[in-house]
């Protein structure tokens, strides 16, 4: 499967839009960029989203609001970088995902550099599943923490490859 341009989010079922549990009030320092399926921590504590070792903080779903007005730009086209941020810091929009909650997205394995890059992610299969890498990217190499099953292998509204997955763990 290739990627071309950021990471996309199709919320088929997540029980965050209905339980309230987004959070977006705290800065990403240290990040440079967050795409649209990508996992983050949402450390209160410390009042940062990082991507911490802590292994009691739970990674939660990168889903940033997206408005392209221009109509020539697509989802894909879509990433939060800190270097466009009035502060120079990006306030990510995360969802808490529960066992059960299903989305497709085509945010795999590493970071796009551009909307028009390609990016190699591999090949994915119905019921392969996917952890969460140190980056935040879904990764079927981590076996360990929070996990997803991919349910089908399936496309995105612009016709480009995704997994539709299923949190199990």
Same mark, same amino acid.
């Given at each position: 499967?290739?990627?071309?341009?950021? +990471?996309?989010?199709? /919320?088929?079922?997540?029980? %965050?839009?209905?339980?309230?549990?987004?959070? %977006?009030?705290? /800065? %990403?320092?240290?990040? #440079?960029?967050?795409?649209?399926?990508?996992?983050?921590?949402?450390?209160?504590?410390?009042?940062?989203?990082?991507?911490?070792?802590?292994?009691?903080?739970?990674?939660?779903?990168?889903?940033?609001?997206?408005?392209?007005?221009? +109509?020539?730009?697509?989802?894909?086209?879509?990433? %939060?970088? #800190?270097?466009?941020? #009035?502060?120079?810091?990006?306030? /990510?929009?995360?969802?808490?995902?529960?066992?059960?909650?299903?989305?497709?997205?085509?945010?795999?394995?590493? #970071?796009?550099?551009?909307?028009?890059?390609?990016?190699?992610?591999?090949?994915?299969? &119905?019921?392969?599943?996917? +952890?969460?890498?140190?980056?935040?990217?879904?990764?079927?190499? &981590?076996?360990?923490?929070?996990?997803?099953?991919?349910?089908?292998?399936?496309?995105?509204?612009?016709?480009? /490859?995704?997994?539709? &997955?299923?949190?199990?763990?």
């Amino acid at each position: 499967m290739k990627r071309k341009g950021f +990471g996309q989010v199709e /919320p088929n079922h997540l029980s %965050a839009q209905r339980t309230g549990q987004i959070y %977006a009030q705290l /800065p %990403a320092t240290g990040i #440079a960029q967050l795409e649209n399926g990508q996992f983050a921590k949402y450390d209160y504590a410390k009042k940062v989203v990082d991507f911490s070792s802590d292994a009691e903080i739970e990674w939660m779903l990168v889903f940033n609001e997206v408005k392209l007005y221009d +109509g020539y730009r697509t989802y894909k086209d879509y990433v %939060a970088l #800190a270097s466009e941020a #009035a502060d120079g810091v990006i306030y /990510p929009r995360l969802f808490k995902t529960n066992i059960g909650d299903i989305f497709t997205t085509n945010c795999l394995k590493a #970071a796009a550099t551009s909307a028009t890059s390609e990016l190699e992610m591999g090949d994915y299969a &119905v019921e392969e599943k996917l +952890g969460i890498n140190s980056e935040g990217f879904l990764d079927k190499t &981590v076996s360990t923490g929070m996990q997803f099953q991919i349910v089908d292998v399936y496309t995105l509204a612009d016709g480009q /490859p995704a997994v539709k &997955v299923q949190r199990i763990a």
